[in-house]
C-alpha cells in the first residue's frame, strides 16, 4: 500500500458526494420530473396556443427542488409576430 | 388528532422495519396509541422483528377484502398495551391490496390510534406507493452511501407526487433517518458525512442511528431495540427521534454506546 492509495481510500466520500450531486442534478431534471410537471407542460402549452402559436419545443418547464420552497421554472421561446401587411389598407 | 406516517426508503435493507418497530415502540413508550402495519405483502418480517409471528391469524389482505374484522387481524403487543401490529400476508400476492381497500383500512385505524406507522416495502413500484398514499407525513430512512442516497431522491420525488396529499396540493412533510451511521468512519472520509446526505437530499433531518450490534441483537429475539435495550445507543437514538416527530424540539446528537458521552451536535433540528 502506497501513500497514495491511503489517500485515496480517506477520500473517497468526497467523491461520493460529488457523483452524487453530479447525478442527482442530472436525474431531477429528467426522470425526476414528476406528473405535475408533465400536467402543467401541457396546460401552459395549451393556454399559450389559444393566443399565440408556439414550437412544442420551444417551452421548457423545469422543476428544482430546494430546501423550503421549489422553484418552477417555464421558459417559453414565441417567434416574434410579422408586421402587418401594408396591403391591408386597400 | 392521529397520524399517519409512512416509513420508506426506494432501496431494500436499509432499517426500514427495524425503524418501524423502534419509532412505534418509542412512541408508545411514550404514552401514544400505536399502531404499526406492514405493507411488505409476501415478505412479512415486520412480525419477526416485533417477536408476534406465532400470533398472526389474519392479516391486512384479509380486512382489506373483507375477511375479518379490523379487530380480529390487529395484533396487541405482549409488553407495551398501547402498541399494536397489522400484519402482512405471507401468502397472497399483493395485487390483493387494492387502493380503496387500503384507504377504508386506514380511516378505521385513524379512529382508534394516535399513530399509523406505515412499513413500506422497498422499490418504487405499486407496494410502496400504496404504503405511502394516505400519509400525513414521511420517515425518509437513508443509509450514508451512493445507492441508498440515490434511491432516497427518488422516492422523495414520488412522496411529492403519488400521495393524496401531494394530489390535493398540500405538502408532504419529509424527515431524514440516517441508519448504520459509523462516526469514526464519516470522520475518516471513508463514508458519506450526515451534512452531505442533508444538503444532497434537502429535507430535515429526524435521527441519526449508528450501526451497532444491538439492531440484530433485539431483532434475534423479537424485540424492538427500544424496548429490548434501552440505554443502548440506536435505542437512545430512536426514542429522541420518537420524541421529535411527536414535536419535540431537541437538537440531535450521535447516541454513542459509552453511556452519557453525546457525539457531535448537529446544529440542524427536524422541522415538527
Ligand atoms: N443501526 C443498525 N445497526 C446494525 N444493523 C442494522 C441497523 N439497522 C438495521 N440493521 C440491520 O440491517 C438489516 C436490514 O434491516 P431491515 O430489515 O430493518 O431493513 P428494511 O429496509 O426493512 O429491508 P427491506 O427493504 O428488505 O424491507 C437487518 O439485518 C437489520 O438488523
Ligand atoms: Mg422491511
Given at each position: 500500500m502506497n501513500l497514495l492509495s491511503i489517500f485515496n481510500k480517506r477520500t473517497s466520500a468526497p467523491v461520493a458526494r460529488d457523483r452524487l450531486q453530479i447525478l442527482l442534478a442530472h436525474e431531477r431534471s429528467y426522470s425526476g420530473q414528476s406528473d405535475l410537471v408533465t400536467a402543467l407542460r401541457e396546460e401552459i402549452l395549451a393556454v399559450i396556443a389559444k393566443h399565440v402559436n408556439v414550437d412544442r419545443d420551444k417551452v421548457l418547464v423545469k422543476m428544482d427542488r430546494g430546501d423550503a420552497v421549489s422553484t418552477l421554472e417555464v421558459d417559453i421561446e414565441i417567434p416574434t409576430p410579422t408586421k402587418p401587411k401594408l396591403a391591408a389598407s386597400a | 388528532m392521529a397520524k399517519v406516517l409512512v416509513v420508506t426508503s426506494g432501496k431494500g435493507g436499509v432499517g426500514k422495519t427495524t425503524s418501524t418497530a423502534a419509532l412505534g415502540a418509542a412512541l408508545a413508550q411514550n404514552g401514544s396509541n400505536v399502531v404499526v402495519i406492514d405493507f411488505d405483502v409476501g415478505l412479512r418480517n415486520l412480525d419477526l422483528v416485533m417477536g408476534a409471528e406465532r400470533r398472526v391469524v389474519y392479516d391486512l389482505i384479509n380486512v382489506v377484502q373483507g375477511d375479518?374484522?379490523?379487530?380480529?387481524a390487529?395484533?396487541?403487543d405482549k409488553r407495551l398495551e398501547n402498541l399494536s401490529l397489522l400484519p402482512a400476508s405471507q401468502t397472497r400476492d399483493k395485487d390483493a391490496l387494492t387502493e380503496d381497500g387500503v384507504a377504508r383500512v386506514i380511516e378505521e385505524l385513524r379512529e382508534k390510534f394516535d399513530w399509523i406507522i406505515c412499513d413500506s416495502p422497498a422499490?418504487?413500484?405499486r407496494g410502496a406507493t400504496l404504503a405511502m398514499r394516505h400519509a400525513d407525513m414521511a420517515v425518509v430512512v437513508t443509509n450514508p452511501e451512493v445507492s441508498s442516497v440515490r434511491d432516497s431522491d427518488r422516492i422523495i420525488g414520488l412522496l411529492d407526487s403519488k400521495t393524496a396529499r401531494a394530489e390535493s396540493g398540500e405538502r408532504m412533510p419529509k424527515h431524514l433517518l440516517l441508519t448504520r451511521y459509523d462516526q469514526g468512519r464519516a470522520e475518516r472520509g471513508e463514508m458519506l458525512k450526515v451534512d452531505d446526505v442533508l444538503e444532497i437530499l434537502s429535507?430535515?433531518?429526524?435521527?441519526?442511528?449508528?450501526?451497532?450490534?444491538?439492531?440484530?441483537?433485539?431483532?434475534?429475539?423479537?424485540?424492538?431495540v427500544t424496548i429490548n435495550s434501552p440505554t443502548s445507543a440506536p435505542?437512545?437514538?430512536?426514542?429522541?427521534?420518537?420524541?421529535r416527530l411527536a414535536g419535540e424540539d431537541i437538537a440531535v446528537t450521535?447516541?454513542?454506546e459509552k453511556k452519557g458521552f453525546f457525539g457531535k451536535l448537529f446544529g440542524r433540528r427536524a422541522a415538527a
Open positions: - | 375479518a374484522k379490523l379487530a380480529q390487529l395484533i396487541r422499490g418504487i413500484e429535507i430535515p433531518l429526524l435521527g441519526i442511528i449508528p450501526e451497532s450490534e444491538e439492531v440484530l441483537r433485539a431483532s434475534n429475539v423479537g424485540s424492538p435505542a437512545r437514538a430512536y426514542a429522541e427521534a420518537a420524541r450521535v447516541p454513542s
